[in-house]
């Protein structure tokens, strides 16, 4: 058995030259990141019939963000640890635990209850969007903003054990971070790209918060292309409610509520997210958090935002093309999404010797980014598993399509989607920051073939991975995840 892993701080890791990250894909590599190949190289060395398998692979991931960890991260804020403490008192509250107990059986009343395997996942749905429901009542304190992490896997660290705040089938290469704001009220966002900028940044101004019954309703954005950084990487950004009117570096917040920044990660194991703060520019910062309130508010947001996506994106979206099928893209933004980004949704159930084929091109995307979903709005786990996989981490074949395998046993090929096991789920890709008047006419496409048949279908060139290559990959992948978020 692995032995207990104690980590230490990234900010007294020396740092790795980026030219030494870039690596063959087959290849073990390094980040500065964490320890875990010393871990396994170690094991290997005292026994060579000892392998990391995922238990522990789960107990490396827990060791690297035990709860004494302080994290150099720019999401590991003093704010985004108060906030937290705030969630989860809220979280364990009889208020929240009744009102969640009601959406867990709306779950299990709807039709898609009585495919196999998803008592865990309806649970786990509920967990995670009332954890974040409790994130958002703690965080709307607009006299005293703070972008707060969210949207995210479970994590420990800084003295806290946090449950996942998954919802809205997320991106599992976006860093979410929303703040809350009075249109009334003047601020000042200033922000640090420390290292390699992330493949794609900006900040939305919405209405009120995503799933409030909004999917998110962008009534202003500023994206990474719109912002002057100077030569350290320091930007700042100024919003008011006046109009932008062409300028650069602000934002008009005349109609909005709510703050949504997304860091996109495309190569984990060298982008990470923008250091982002918020402050008041036209009176003094003063803590509006008000408790009693906020369980109120966590309740309701809770269960609004359950029923919201479950009708309108589930039902309404994912499920109305034909099952294993992929449509045409179409833009995000008149469905409330990234008013930058194309994408295309689908839903599919497999049998256990069946796999879903999806080809697709690029297009001259900045990102392009495909990933399996739960019936329940929630993304497969990915720290470890490739549930998603976007144009950094997939391999093209020769004609320049990316072609992904989803299957719920493993086809032993690169670009395998992985649902841990479930046949049953939704699939979301998504193209930002596409060339102007790209022919997006048979851009994608899917089939549904025999596991046994898959090399008849794929292109020669396909690259395949054996037991011991995807463990490779798995512990690659934890490893690049944590260097994204400690």
């Known amino acids: 058995m692995l032995e207990k892993i104690k980590l230490i701080p990234l900010s007294t890791v020396n740092a790795v030259p980026g030219d030494q990250l870039i690596t063959r894909r087959s290849a073990l590599h390094w980040s500065a990141a964490t320890l875990i190949f010393a871990a396994i190289n170690s094991i290997s060395k005292a026994s060579a019939s000892v392998k990391p398998n995922d238990t522990d692979l789960k107990r490396i991931a827990r060791d690297m963000t035990e709860k004494s960890m302080q994290p150099s991260s720019a999401l590991a804020t003093k704010q985004q640890r108060l906030t937290e403490r705030r969630a989860l008192d809220i979280f364990s509250s009889a208020t929240v635990k009744s009102a969640m107990a009601k959406t867990l059986a709306s779950f299990i009343a709807d039709p898609n209850a009585k495919l196999a395997d998803q008592k865990q996942l309806m649970q786990q749905s509920v967990n995670e969007h009332y954890f974040h429901s409790s994130l958002m009542a703690a965080s709307e304190t607009p006299r005293s903003p703070a972008f707060i992490w969210c949207i995210a896997l479970p994590h420990q660290w800084m003295g806290l ?16 971070r929303i703040a809350a704001i ?59 409610a006046s109009a932008t009117a062409g300028r650069r570096n602000h934002l008009c917040i005349a109609d909005g509520k709510v703050l949504f920044a997304r860091d996109t990660l495309a190569n984990w194991e060298v982008e990470r997210a923008s250091e982002l703060n918020i402050q008041r520019t036209d009176g003094p910062t003063v803590d509006d958090f008000d408790a009693t ?15 919201f996506f ?11 093309a034909p099952i294993n099928t992929i449509p045409v893209p179409v833009p995000s933004g008149p469905r409330g999404g990234l008013t930058t980004q194309l994408g295309t949704v689908g839903f599919y159930t497999l049998n256990n010797d069946e796999a879903l084929v999806i080809s697709a091109d690029r297009l001259g995307a900045r990102y392009l980014g495909i990933q399996i979903i739960d019936m329940w709005m929630v993304s497969y786990e990915y720290s470890q598993h490739t549930s998603s996989l976007n144009h950094e981490q997939a391999v093209a074949n020769a004609d320049g399509r990316y072609r992904w395998v989803v299957s ?79």
């Not at 309130?293 to 029923?307: K, M």
């Not at 479950?310 to 109305?320: A, S």
């Not at 851009?443 to 290559?469: F, G, H, M, N, W």
């Open 182 to 240: 009075e249109p009334t009220l003047q601020y000042k966002i200033t922000g640090h790209f420390a290292g390699p900028r992330p493949c794609d940044f900006s900040i939305c101004v919405l209405p009120r918060q995503v799933g409030d019954d909004i999917a998110a309703d962008v009534k202003a954005i500023i994206a990474i292309d719109e912002i002057d950084v100077d030569a350290e990487g320091y930007f700042s950004i100024t919003v008011d």
């Open 408 to 486: 719920a046993q493993d086809p032993g090929v690169l670009n395998w989607l992985d649902s841990g096991g479930n046949a049953h789920g939704n699939v979301l890709m998504r193209w930002q920051k596409l060339p102007a008047g790209i022919d997006i006419n048979n851009c994608v496409s899917a089939q549904i073939v025999k596991l046994s048949a898959l090399r008849e279908v794929l292109p020669p060139d396909t690259q395949y991975l054996d037991a011991q290559a995807r463990e490779e990959q798995r512990a690659r992948r934890l490893q690049s995840y944590q260097w994204r978020v400690v």
């Open 310 to 320: 479950l009708k309108n994106v589930q039902h309404g979206m994912f499920e109305r």
């Open 161 to 176: 054990d946090v449950p996942g705040s998954r919802f809205g089938h997320d991106n599992t290469d976006n860093a979410y």
């Open 293 to 307: 309130q906020a369980v109120t508010r966590a309740a309701a947001l809770g269960a609004t935002i359950a029923n």
